[in-house]
T-cell receptor
Framework: EDQVTQSPEALRLQEGESSSLNCSYT??????LFWYRQDPGKGPEFLFT???AGEEKEKERLKATLTKKESFLHITAPKPEDSATYLC????????????????????FGSGTQLTVLP | NAGVTQTPKFQVLKTGQSMTLQCAQD?????MSWYRQDPGMGLRLIHY???????DQGEVPNGYNVSRSTTEDFPLRLLSAAPSQTSVYFC??????????????FGPGTRLTVT
């Protein structure tokens, strides 16, 4: 069964204090790993997709990396506006003979890390 | 483009009542889905659709119905609301593709309370 675990559940940082969020996953085959940002009362906002181990992607102060078992979201010199819940999700490569394009796109989400950056 | 829109933003129902949550997208996306988000449990897939006239069940489909008569709209129906359906509901859409993975774009959500 697919499992996605995010840690820590909550993280408080001082402005400028760099840190990393972790997403560990268990799937039979990874099609893609996604990072989303969610602000209170809003829908998740897409950040990155990672496809294979060793891949890295960057956006402003955020950098996502991927290994065969986990992904990290590194936050460099965060600002208060980076405060949000960060969600990780995986899409699995299914091995059945016939896979509908719908089932292949199903996402399994972690519970998220709530990040607070204090000024 | 408005992206993915959802109505209503908030709703309170009594146990046993029925209602429809609306979702629309203007990006001509093939794939649409409904999730519910509960504290500590992450987003869970309720139903999804790969195109007009085609729907399928996700992880937690019981108590919900969907239909897809057009590419743009994907309503979620609660047949007989129960307190366990108190949650925040998100609709998402994703473009057509031949292979690979595709990011999903989420709407702003509907916060539903069943008393």
């Amino acid at each position: 069964e697919d499992q996605v675990t995010q840690s820590p559940e909550a993280l408080r940082l001082q402005e400028g204090e760099s840190s990393s969020l972790n997403c560990s996953y268990t799937v039979s085959g990874l099609r893609g790993l996604f990072w989303y940002r969610q602000d209170p009362g809003k829908g998740p906002e897409f950040l990155f997709t990672l496809y294979s181990a060793g891949e890295e992607k960057e956006k402003e102060r955020l950098k996502a990396t991927l290994t065969k078992k986990e992904s990290f979201l590194h936050i460099t010199a965060p600002k208060p506006e980076d405060s949000a819940t960060y969600l990780c999700a995986v899409q699995e490569t299914r091995r059945q003979p016939f896979i509908s394009s719908g089932s292949a796109r199903q996402l399994t989400f972690g519970s998220g890390t709530q990040l607070t950056v204090l000024p | 483009n408005a992206g993915v829109t959802q109505t209503p933003k908030f709703q309170v129902l009594k146990t046993g009542q029925s209602m429809t949550l609306q979702c629309a997208q203007d990006m001509n996306h093939e794939y649409m889905s409904w999730y519910r988000q509960d504290p500590g449990m992450g987003l869970r897939l309720i139903h999804y659709s790969v195109g007009a006239g085609i729907t399928d069940q996700g992880e937690v489909p019981n108590g919900y119905n969907v239909s897809r008569s057009t590419t743009e709209d994907f309503p979620l129906r609660l047949l007989s609301a129960a307190p366990s359906q108190t949650s925040v509901y998100f609709c998402a859409s994703s473009p057509r593709g031949i292979s690979g993975s595709y990011e999903q774009y989420f709407g702003p959500g509907t916060r539903l309370t069943v008393t």
